[in-house]
Nanobody, 124 residues
Framework: QVQLVESGGGLVQAGDSLRLSCAAS????????MGWFRQAPGKEREFVAA????????NYLDSVKGRFTISRDNARRTVYLQMNSLKPEDTAVYYC?????????????????WGQGTQVTVSS
């Protein structure tokens, strides 16, 4: 399994931006599709964004399209989530995940390595 460590969360106001980072320990980081998920209190963990090994395929949750951007730097073994125009409903613990499906998946069950999560709180 890949060891993943997220960073970059925090408390911001509505309309602000944050950039989350997820650093991987695995030297074969480029073998993995990477995903970002989030979980708000009392809710299921939901898909936010995913990116393929080379970065050529990207998927987003509809509600974050146009506001969030996922990217990766395979040389740095890091995946990013740039979040702009944040809304209170984006408040959650954000997790990055690594998986080896053929294409990047929207399903949490297709990822077998997870980070510890980073809290994002957006105040209105």
């Amino acid at each position: 399994q890949v060891q993943l460590v997220e960073s970059g969360g925090g408390l911001v106001q509505a309309g602000d931006s944050l950039r989350l980072s997820c650093a991987a320990s695995e030297r074969t980081f480029s073998d993995y599709n990477m995903g970002w998920f989030r979980q708000a209190p009392g809710k299921e963990r939901e898909f936010v964004a995913a990116i393929s090994r080379s970065g050529g395929i990207i998927n987003y949750l509809d509600s974050v399209k146009g506001r969030f951007t996922i990217s990766r730097d395979n040389a740095r073994r890091t995946v990013y989530l740039q979040m702009n125009s944040l809304k209170p409903e984006d408040t959650a613990v954000y997790y990055c995940a690594a998986g080896r499906t053929i294409k990047p998946s929207n399903s949490r069950y297709h990822y077998d390595s997870w980070g510890q999560g980073t809290q994002v709180t957006v105040s209105s």
